[in-house]
């Protein structure tokens, strides 16, 4: 939990520097394939920082995940596996050293997939779920790469330009609530990215 929050804080900071766009496209790429904390958060921070750009905010945070997401799906693809059947060693790594990216998850997410197809992907890409456990996995499964990019792209741009269009009509009120309130909300938002790894083992275990 501490080990988060510093990442969270750390991951805020870049919203006070001149370096917030660049940060922003850079974190949104990482998080799609190995970070874990979500763009959302600096997305939020930035938006209320220049309200007028907000929906640029929004597409550079999308462009960033869809293009991480593509290179999740080059590590699943290109570098899971040792040979057919055996672990790489970066997919050692990410069982070892990733949140939430067990075996067991992994394993258990094919069935998913032959079941769910875009929906699996679209599903992760809008909500909670961490996203990187999804693109890694539908390389290493070889998934359909043009439903795999469709549904990454609809479901990514939904959910920034989303946060980012709320954050820009109630800006003001909400940046004041978030004032006052920020060392609750940045707990309850560890929470939440807790149970987003929490979840992802209940549906796939």
Do not use: Q
Request: glycine residues 8%; charged residues 15%; positive net charge.
């Amino acid at each position: 939990m501490k080990f988060l929050r510093k990442l969270y804080e750390w991951v805020l900071h870049w919203a006070e520097t001149p370096y917030g766009s660049l940060a922003l496209f850079l974190l949104a790429f990482a998080e799609s394939s190995f970070f874990p904390i979500p763009p959302d958060v600096l997305l939020i921070a930035l938006v209320l920082g220049s309200i007028k750009k907000a929906l640029r905010f929004a597409l550079i945070c999308s462009l960033g995940s869809i293009l991480g997401g593509m290179f999740g799906y080059f590590i699943g693809y290109k570098l899971w596996w040792a040979s057919p059947g055996v672990y790489s060693n970066i997919a050692h790594f990410f069982f070892d050293y990733i949140p939430g990216f067990t075996e067991k998850v992994f394993l258990a997410i094919k069935s998913k997939y032959d079941a769910w197809n875009f929906w699996i992907v679209f599903s992760a890409g809008f909500t909670i779920i961490p996203y990187k456990v999804i693109t890694i996995s539908a390389g290493a499964f070889n998934i359909n790469f043009s439903l795999f990019l469709l549904a990454s792209s609809i479901s990514r741009s939904t959910r920034f330009f989303l946060v980012a269009g709320l954050f820009r009509i109630f800006g003001v009120k909400i940046k004041r609530f978030i004032d006052k309130y920020f060392d609750l909300l940045a707990f309850l938002f560890l929470a939440l990215l807790i149970g987003g790894f929490i979840i992802i083992r209940l549906i796939f275990k």
